[in-house]
């Protein structure tokens, strides 16, 4: 956990309190941060191009499975990890929680 927080601060995502108190918070609003801007801190590799280059001889099959599969897939990621802040899952847990509270009274 510590490596990973780490890793967070480095990327200006967290901070650390020093003191009795100590911990980490979130550095900025947690609207402005995304699910990609963490995972991007956390895997550079994750969420980046993907190519068939070695695997396959084919030429025109690499350009399909690279141009039909691999950039609209990568793409789509992208676009859904960019459209989900730190806030929203907050919001979603705190709702989640909220309901299951009601169906076990």
């Not at 927080?5 to 650390?16: D, E, I, S, T």
């Not at 100590?22 to 980046?48: F, H, N, S």
Request: charge should be positive; include cysteine; aromatic fraction near 8%.
């Amino acid at each position: 956990l510590e490596q990973i927080l780490m890793v967070l601060r480095r990327a200006n995502l967290v901070r650390n309190l020093k003191g009795w108190k100590g911990g980490y918070i979130i550095a900025k609003p947690a609207k402005q941060i995304t699910l990609r801007t963490v995972i991007d801190a956390l895997d550079r590799t994750i969420l980046a191009d993907v190519t068939v280059q070695e695997l396959i001889d084919d030429v025109a099959l690499k350009e399909i499975i690279n141009h039909s599969l691999w950039n609209p897939m990568t793409s789509y990621l992208r676009k859904f990890c960019d459209s989900i802040t730190l806030f929203d899952l907050i919001e979603q847990y705190h709702l989640f929680r909220k309901n299951t509270k009601k169906t076990m009274h």
